[in-house]
């Protein structure tokens, strides 16, 4: 999935939904062939716009 894809699906929530649901993004590191899970923490600013930032 795109940021673009993303950033759109996570816009449309509710904040109620946004709240309930887990975000994780799933890393891969071409070198070693290795993914890496990562929570991260949905949040809004001010205007109401989604960020995510790590847990």
Do not use: C, H
């Given at each position: 999935?795109?940021?673009y894809t993303l950033f759109n699906k996570l816009r449309k929530m509710t904040f109620k939904d946004a709240q309930s649901s887990k975000v994780y993004?799933?890393?891969e590191n071409p070198a070693t062939g290795k993914t890496e899970r990562l929570?991260?923490?949905l949040k809004y600013d001010a205007k109401g716009k989604p960020?995510?930032?790590k847990e």
């Amino acid at each position: 999935m795109t940021w673009y894809t993303l950033f759109n699906k996570l816009r449309k929530m509710t904040f109620k939904d946004a709240q309930s649901s887990k975000v994780y993004a799933l890393l891969e590191n071409p070198a070693t062939g290795k993914t890496e899970r990562l929570m991260l923490t949905l949040k809004y600013d001010a205007k109401g716009k989604p960020y995510l930032i790590k847990e």
